[in-house]
């Protein structure tokens, strides 16, 4: 039962890894940057919403209603100023011009904020401890219910938005030739700051809920960036419901591994990690060729 | 032309006074300890460490394109492996190297799996390795968690004798992979790792081994990385797994190397000692100094990705420590003209 329960919340702990893998696989799906600023971003929404929080009082819900908007401007900036240069740098220049700005936010942040860690639970009421229990030994969470249906929602809309609207299909263009797209009229230059932008929102919205699951400090953009990616990566990295699929193998991972040891939940994630990265060695890209059969499998 | 109107350099007369000069300084050098004063020797001991890990990063991804956010990994693993050695009774100065070999074995395998990412992956892939060589090394009851522990074995040498034999190791460590590092880059390998850095595709299709070199060059970062931690657990004396295994070692890899010059041989030595030097003027000032630190790499990776000594290299002729290959077309009546003549090997960035 105790198996059950832990396999459960992983699943549910799948849903926040993918929230916060959904902006950075887009990025990587788009631009084929990989932004290692991605979690000290995060860091800085769940900063500027607790910031909101408790200087003015504004409900995390409400003050991302200002700070999405926010992100995705610094997204937009972020763009234009550092990933469009360095990414005509080379390969090597957007890896370290990223890892130079996390730097600076990380300890920026510690700068201002000091190593006190803080959380946005308090800002939600009972939202962050309440949940439904389903027998004497297995709870659902209410926050880790709604970090999961957030995470649905959200990438299923960017699905949709990618498919259906013509600014999804120019930043889908963008992804595959932005020659070819720059031919047929599609200004690169503004799909690429158009898709930083809504990555950054994302950024945003996984800022909050890292921020109402728990504590942060000015230093865990580092762990978040790590989680992403491994979710992303687990995933098959650029793919959207990938992340999904990514992020609850890591969860899962991570909560058996707790079970074992204290530090069994960061060793399993790892790990399982690394035994992806090793089953592609032998097996190539399942994820890939899973999809593959899908799409084939609907036109047929 | 005339056979013989054109000749390939690798030798410049700066560059004979310079391997020269580098031959006595080190010779003056390993006189340190009798020479200095014991602040010093703590000090120079610092920037042979800096050295080496400015000069493995520098190989790994000025050289070989492989950018990696997780060479901490090995530097914590090197000074664990010391340490752990050590403890099972082997004599300290010896396992400093021995558990650096070690390291430097387990990184070969390692490099087939991390060699299948490309580029922003492979960087944060290494980080992950990082994070779970960290967890690996906490298991170790001898470790005792974060808490950390002191190499006793150390205290069997008197404090004096101590600092020159950790100093010297440093310099013989610095002096041998700089040696090696030259070696290989002037070599064959070199040619072929500067091919799969500027295109891998096309350095494989001239038949160059892509995954060989690759792995190689991994390996032998890994091995220094793990020799620096092993000499930092010497000078430091005490192992706390969370300094040990923190990106901020990949910070200043990452600072030195694109400061002093990526892909070049003299940038990396030139990026340790500014970041020394930077270090003891502003690493009092703590948070701020960070700041400043990711901002220089930031400024330096959008503007100046070629760093100090590519700027020098850019602007004038002078290569001190050559690793490349340079034309020189005599004119017809024979008289040497090429200062400016076509160079093969010439250390561009992307």
Redesign the interface.
Known sequence: MIFLNQILQGVLLGGYYALIACGLSFM?GVMG??N?AHGSLAVLAAYALYVLADRFGVQPFLGLAMIAPAMALVGWALQRL?LE??VR?????????T??????ID??L??RFGADTRSLGPYVGDLSYDSWSLTDEIAIGKLAALTMAVAIVLLGGIQIFLNRTLTGRAIRATAEDPDTAGLVGVNARRINAIAAAIALATVAVAGAFLGMRATFDPYAG?TQ??FA??AS?IGG?GSLWGTLVGGIVLGVAQSLGALV?P?GF??AG??A??VV??A??FFGDLGQRIRTALAGGRRR | MSPGAAAVERWTPESRVAIAAAAVIVAVLAAGPAIFSANAVDKLTTLFIYIILALMWNALVGFCGLVSIGQQAFFGLGAYAAIRLANWGVSVYPSLFLGALIVGALSWPLSIVMLRLKGGEFAIGMWVVAELAHMLVNLDTLVRGETGISMIELDAYASGSRRALTYWCALAAMAGLLAVVFGLLRGPLGAAIRAIRDNEEAAESVGVRVAGAKRLVFTLAAFGAALAGALWVATALTFQPKAYFSPLWTAYMIFMALVGGLGTFEGAILGAVIFFAIEAWFGAMGVWYLVGLGATALVFALFFPRGFWGWVEDRTSLRLLPIGYRLRIAKLNGAAHGADGAEYGRDNMG
């Open positions: 990587f940057v990989i290692l550092v240069r360095s740098g080379g390969l090597l220049a957007p890896v370290l011009a890892f130079g700005l996390s730097i600076i300890n920026l510690f700068q580092a960036l790590i990616f491994e990566v990295a040891n530090q960061f060793i790892h790990f990690f690394l990265l090793f592609r060695l």
